[in-house]
């Protein structure tokens, strides 16, 4: 099974500052016939559903701000929040879907400094 | 519009069973791969189990191989989750979710449903 890890556990931004949440997977992701990495990108903030921000490790999910992005192949991803927004308060979790299990990571939780 | 919303959760002693349902709205239910989500309280997200978009296929986490089962009926867009011999562990919220690609049991997970509180306790 491929186990997803999450960098830091916890961080807190100022308002407009640069978020920056890394995830590692113990396996490539990246499937070499279509060269593209099985990597998504979760927010969920208290009481919610989790909502899709990023798949392909870099697509970003229609209706996303643009101030969220995606990078990384293989097994080193990360997920930027380029200007922190108040309402961007949430926990973010990286999952891989390459193979079964589809295993998340333990989540990143994001907050205003 | 798009939307999927569970039902079937509750309290529950252990070693009994409980049977979720997905009601799925606004998209070709048949074409795609769906799965089940838990999330225990103030814990992360740990998924539980896929089904191909036909039913042919499905898959499991190794805790709950055995006592859980995923069905679909394409007729009546619906998803359900049957699980047996309940464990306190197995306390949670489940959400099912959507794969975002067409056809495929593994992606990205575009929509989710509110989720459906299990608790399981004596």
């Known amino acids: 099974d491929i186990v997803m890890t999450q960098s830091p556990d916890s961080l807190a931004v100022s308002l407009g500052a640069r978020a920056t949440i890394s995830c590692k997977s113990s396996?490539?992701?990246?499937?070499?016939?279509?060269?593209?990495?099985?990597l998504a990108w979760y927010q969920q903030k208290p009481g919610q559903p989790p909502k899709l921000l990023i798949y392909w490790a870099s697509t970003r999910e229609s209706g996303v701000p643009d101030r969220f992005s995606g990078s990384g192949s293989g097994t080193d991803f990360t997920l930027t929040i380029s200007s922190l927004q108040a309402e961007d308060v949430a926990v973010y979790y990286c999952?891989?879907?390459?193979?079964?299990?589809?295993?998340f990571g333990p989540g990143t939780k994001v907050d205003i400094k | 519009q798009v939307q999927l919303v569970e039902s079937g959760g509750g309290v529950v002693q252990p070693g009994r069973s409980l049977r979720l349902s997905c009601a799925v709205f606004?998209?070709?239910?048949?074409?795609?791969?769906m799965h089940w989500v838990r999330q225990a309280p103030g814990k992360g997200l740990e998924w539980v189990a896929v089904?191909?978009?036909?039913?042919?296929?499905?898959n499991y986490i190794d805790s709950v191989k055995g006592r859980f089962s995923i069905s679909r009926d394409n007729s009546k867009n619906t998803l359900y989750l049957q699980m047996n011999s309940l464990r306190v562990e197995d306390t949670a919220v489940y959400y099912c979710a959507k794969v975002h690609q067409l056809w495929s049991g593994l992606g990205a997970f575009d929509i989710w449903g509110q989720g459906t509180m299990v608790t399981v306790s004596s």
């Open positions: 999952q891989q879907y390459y193979s079964t299990p589809p295993a």
């Open positions: 089904i191909a978009y036909d039913g042919s296929n499905k």
């Open positions: 606004g998209f070709a239910f048949s074409s795609y791969g």
């Open positions: 396996q490539s992701v990246l499937y070499s016939s279509n060269n593209r990495n099985y």
